[in-house]
């Protein structure tokens, strides 16, 4: 497990805590229909962090061509439809690019400013010329509207139980989910960043905003500095 990273529940747990499992049984969100809507139909798609394909299979039945990468073998043993490479992000480099690069599940805000750097790095490397790279964020109050919780309509319940200070702009940032038959949590660092220091890091990796697609702010299209 990585330092500073834990997971707990049955079944395979990754070096960030996340287990496979738990992952296996997640619904997807509105995640899919935002990316449609900032793309060209059929895209080329990379998604960085794939994890078990939950939004890898959505994408694929809406005409896209995905390439998923994670660093577990475990996660993409359940991918299906699609091209996939077991990688760290920040180490990826295929030598080819991509309409659309996807670096979702607010990879962005790794503790490590290194490995973000090494992400943003790897976004730019792989977007093709006129294609561009969607980012997740986390929401303005995700670090301090805790603790929360929400009931899924399917039965479960997914809770931030604590957010604590780790240093150096860090938190150490605990997860819950709670089933009829099973549970699991994750502790992981996050590191939260102002829209500015946001828009620094993209710039340091030679991007810059093209539009911030949800009113929230969460869901960014980036693309290479001109």
């Keep these: 497990m990585r330092e500073g990273y834990e997971g707990t529940g049955p079944g395979v747990l990754t070096p960030d805590g996340c287990a496979v499992e738990l992952y296996a049984r997640l619904p997807v969100g509105?995640?899919?229909?935002?990316?449609?809507?900032?793309v060209p139909a059929g895209a080329r798609v990379l998604e960085l962090g794939s994890g078990v394909g939950r939004v890898t299979h959505p994408l694929l039945e809406r005409g896209f061509t995905v390439t998923a990468v994670d660093e577990s073998a475990d996660m993409l043993a359940r991918v299906r439809g699609a091209r996939t490479i077991c990688a760290r992000i920040e180490h990826l480099d295929l030598g080819e690019t991509f309409d659309v690069v996807l670096l979702a599940s607010f990879l962005v805000h790794a503790g490590d400013e290194e490995v973000r750097r090494g992400?943003?790095?790897?976004?730019?490397?792989?977007?093709?010329?006129?294609?561009?790279?969607?980012?997740?964020?986390e929401g303005p109050d995700y670090h301090t509207d805790v603790p929360r919780e929400r009931v899924d309509p399917s039965g479960f319940t997914v809770r931030i139980a604590s957010v604590e200070p780790a240093g150096d702009g860090v938190n150490s940032v605990r997860a819950e989910y709670e089933f009829p038959d099973a549970a699991w949590t994750q502790t992981f660092l996050a590191r939260p960043l102002t829209k500015e220091q946001f828009e620094s890091a993209l710039a340091e990796a030679g991007l810059e905003v093209d539009a911030y697609l949800t009113p929230d702010g969460m869901w960014v299209r980036a693309v290479p500095v001109a």
């Design 30 to 38: 509105d995640e899919p229909d935002i990316i449609a809507a900032a």
């Design 119 to 137: 992400m943003l790095r790897a976004c730019a490397r792989h977007v093709a010329e006129g294609g561009c790279v969607l980012i997740q964020r």
